[in-house]
């Protein structure tokens, strides 16, 4: 079955630890992208990537790093210098850009 | 300010009522979706449309480009609908840099 994987559902770090986050998706779309999501808020985009060894900050970068080497992955770093990590996080891809979004089932990050 | 506003925020109904959700948005876009979230956080597209109407089973939604105005309504509805709803926005130049989501409207059928 086709589709995004994200692993794990739930991870708890310490504070003060990077902690990489896992998204893989098998559907061979080129576009990739991590939002964020938080309690009463809408998801907010923290990067993308429309192709391998390229991507662009969204509109919350900041503690935040990703890669792309390949097309199906697409993992997601938060670093330490993120001042409020605690959140649920949401990896989505699609074909091209008007094309319907696929999302992942989420990673729920929690900092002790 | 948020640029794509969703009403209401929190909807409780008995089963079999008609529900609606409204979304308004301030900036030009090329598509407007509807997504599902359930409590354990995966998201499922349920429309994306740039104009007029999409039906799949008892949800419908619509959209109005003149007036940037979006209406999800479920039909019939039951406690298994019960979900958080969100409308999100393409960009008017395709969105490659992501979608502009509304805050959700939390949604509870009652049996």
């Known amino acids: 079955d086709g589709g995004i994987t994200q692993s794990p559902k739930y991870l708890f770090r310490k504070e003060g630890q990077n902690v990489t986050l896992s998204c893989e998706q098998n559907l061979n779309h080129d576009a990739m992208y991590w939002y964020r999501q938080d309690p009463g808020q809408g998801l907010r985009l923290i990067y993308y990537?429309?192709?391998?060894?390229?991507?662009q900050k969204g509109d919350i970068a900041e503690g935040y790093s990703v890669s792309r080497e390949k097309k199906e992955s697409f993992p997601l770093t938060v670093t330490s210098a993120q001042k409020n990590p605690t959140a649920f996080y949401l990896c989505?891809?699609?074909?091209?850009?008007?094309?319907?979004?696929?999302f992942g089932p989420g990673t729920r990050l929690t900092v002790l | 300010k948020n640029e794509v506003e969703q009403s209401p925020q929190n909807l409780t109904a008995q089963e079999g009522e008609f529900i609606t959700i409204n979304c308004s948005y301030s900036v030009g876009i090329s598509a407007l979706h509807w997504l599902q979230q359930h409590p354990g956080g995966g998201i499922v597209s349920l429309f994306m449309?740039?104009?007029g109407k999409k039906k799949h089973g008892r949800l419908i939604a619509t959209i109005n480009i003149q007036e940037k105005h979006s209406s999800l309504h479920i039909t019939a509805s039951h406690p298994r609908d019960s979900a958080v709803y969100i409308c999100?926005?393409?960009?008017?130049?395709?969105?490659?840099?992501?979608?502009?989501f509304g805050k959700g409207t939390h949604l509870i059928i009652q049996p």
């Open positions: 999100a926005g393409r960009g008017s130049g395709g969105g490659a840099d992501g979608l502009t």
């Open positions: 990537s429309q192709i391998v060894n390229d991507f």
């Open positions: 449309l740039s104009s």
């Open positions: 989505a891809s699609n074909t091209g850009t008007y094309n319907e979004q696929f």
